[in-house]
Nanobody, 123 residues
Framework: QVDLVESGGGLVQAGGSLELSCVASGRDFTDYAVAWFRQAPGKEREFVAGVNWSGYEKYVPEFAEGRRVISRDNAKNTVYLQMTSLKPDDTAVYYC????????????????WGQGTQVTVSS
């Protein structure tokens, strides 16, 4: 299994940018796909972006197209999420998640989760 720790959240004005980091510890990191999810109060947890740890496969849903870039640094066991053009609707707790196997975009397919980092976008 792997342990995941998110960081980089905070308060930002609408139109601003943030970069989130997810640091993994454990064995065989390249066996895991890694994704970012977010959850606002009263809403379902939502897929934001994902990447295969050991490959080049990436996916960002349409709502985030052009506003999210996911990248990885395997030497540091870290996955990053660059967020630009932030909107108040982006306010949520952002979670890093990992699973064995291929990249997926469904919450229930992920078995390992970090504690989350709060992102608040002011209008």
């Amino acid at each position: 299994q792997v342990d995941l720790v998110e960081s980089g959240g905070g308060l930002v004005q609408a139109g601003g940018s943030l970069e989130l980091s997810c640091v993994a510890s454990g064995r065989d990191f390249t066996d895991y796909a890694v994704a970012w999810f977010r959850q606002a109060p009263g809403k379902e947890r939502e897929f934001v972006a994902g990447v295969n740890w050991s490959g080049y496969e990436k996916y960002v849903p349409e709502f985030a197209e052009g506003r999210r870039v996911i990248s990885r640094d395997n030497a540091k066991n870290t996955v990053y999420l660059q967020m630009t053009s932030l909107k108040p609707d982006d306010t949520a707790v952002y979670y890093c998640a990992a699973r064995r196997g291929i990249l997926r975009s469904v919450e229930k397919d992920y078995g390992f989760w970090g504690q989350g980092t709060q992102v608040t976008v002011s209008s």
